[in-house]
């Protein structure tokens, strides 16, 4: 089974910093993407930044997140990592994590439990 574990959520005030981490588990034979999505109360979920593990390592934002948030991934660890700066009260929502692997037996993609982000103004 595999599991995805996040941290480095909490409570920031406006114009702060946080770093989201989520750390994969589990018989992976590779990662094909990561990436990280958010939810606020009353909203879907919508995506926030996601990553490829081949290649180039290929980006995407969410126009509201351009030059704020950066996504990176350290292949070996199995982690992304999600660096969140001038944050914003409407960045609050719960943050989960989202990965695409290939196991032996085909491609999946999993889920993290989430971790909350509150900024306050």
């Known amino acids: 089974q595999v599991q995805l574990v996040e941290s480095g959520g909490g409570l920031v005030q406006a114009g702060g910093s946080l770093r989201l981490s989520c750390a994969a588990s589990?018989?992976?034979?590779?990662?094909?993407?990561m990436g990280w999505y958010r939810q606020a109360p009353g909203k879907q979920r919508e995506l926030v930044a996601t990553i490829t593990a081949i290649g180039y390592g290929t980006t995407t934002y969410t126009d509201s997140v351009k030059d704020r948030f950066t996504i990176s991934m350290d292949n070996a660890k199995k982690t992304v990592y999600l660096q969140m700066n001038n944050l914003r009260p409407e960045d609050t929502a719960v943050y989960y994590c989202?990965?695409?692997?290939?196991?032996?037996?085909?491609?999946?993609?999993?889920w993290g439990q989430g971790t909350q982000v509150t900024v306050s103004s």
């Open positions: 589990g018989r992976i034979v590779s990662i094909n993407a």
């Open positions: 989202n990965g695409q692997f290939r196991k032996s037996d085909g491609n999946y993609e999993y």
